[in-house]
T-cell receptor, first 112, second 115 residues
Framework: SQELEQSPQSLIVQEGKNLTINCTSS?????LYWYKQKYGEGLIFLMM?????EEKSHEKITAKLDEKKQQSSLHITASQPSHAGIYLC????????????FGRGTSLIVHP | DSGVTQTPKHLITATGQRVTLRCSPR?????VYWYQQSLDQGLQFLIQ???????AKGNILERFSAQQFPDLHSELNLSSLELGDSALYFC??????????????FGSGTRLTVV
């Protein structure tokens, strides 16, 4: 199955700061999802990236897919307390093997 | 409200017991996925059903089983429960059976505590 490694594991930032979360795959990426999870709650779909070089934005959150590096990055500009939560990357195709997998998540705390 | 309904929200049971978790997918979605989330394992895919048929299997223990009914709701049965089965169990749904192409819609989860 596909392994997705996220870094950093946790992040504490001051409100207003920019931050980046990375997701690296052990296998070729054919598509990647980003989700946000409030602590103890369900996952909320943020965006999906399907093509190398593709970049998508959702409010102040931007994600980009680098297929060559088998990596995606999620960037938050001018962070707010409402951005706090756990960010998970997920992928559902890896060289023909269809097992939806997720990274371990990055825990984000934003101090006002 | 995501449209995916999971019941119950919380469940406390003793070791050795059997429980059933229920999931109703979002209207129009044919696939249901079950996940287990724990602190040490992260979010682990258990099993997927598409239109009543098992489509993909992940790290699901033999003590666990699932099914999807004609009305598309799904149940996850956990038996001979152990302390290590304590976790958040999520159900997600999607329109298609392969490469959802828009992401999965997750329910709010069932928190299972085995004592």
């Amino acid at each position: 199955s596909q392994e997705l490694e996220q870094s950093p594991q946790s992040l504490i930032v001051q409100e207003g700061k920019n931050l980046t979360i990375n997701c690296t795959s052990s296998k070729t990426l054919y598509g990647l999802y980003w989700y946000k999870q409030k602590y103890g709650e369900g996952l909320i779909f943020l965006m999906m990236l399907q093509k190398g070089g593709e970049e998508k934005s959702h409010e102040k959150i931007t994600a980009k897919l680098d297929e060559k590096k088998q990596q995606s990055s999620l960037h938050i500009t001018a962070s707010q307390p409402s951005h706090a939560g756990i960010y998970l990357c997920g992928a559902d195709k890896a060289g023909g093997s269809y097992i939806p997998t997720f990274g371990r998540g990055t825990s984000l705390i934003v101090h006002p | 409200d995501s449209g995916v309904t999971q019941t119950p929200k919380h469940l406390i049971t003793a070791t050795g017991q059997r429980v059933t978790l229920r999931c109703s997918p979002r209207s129009g979605d044919l696939s249901v996925y079950w996940y287990q989330q724990s602190l040490d394992q992260g979010l682990q895919f258990l099993i997927q059903y598409y239109n009543g048929e098992e489509r993909a299997k992940g790290n699901i223990l033999e003590r666990f089983s699932a099914q999807q009914f004609p009305d598309l709701h799904s149940e996850l049965n956990l038996s001979s429960l152990e302390l290590g089965d304590s976790a958040l169990y999520f159900c997600a749904s999607s329109r298609g059976g392969t490469s959802p192409g828009g992401g999965y819609t997750f329910g709010s989860g069932t928190r299972l505590t085995v004592v």
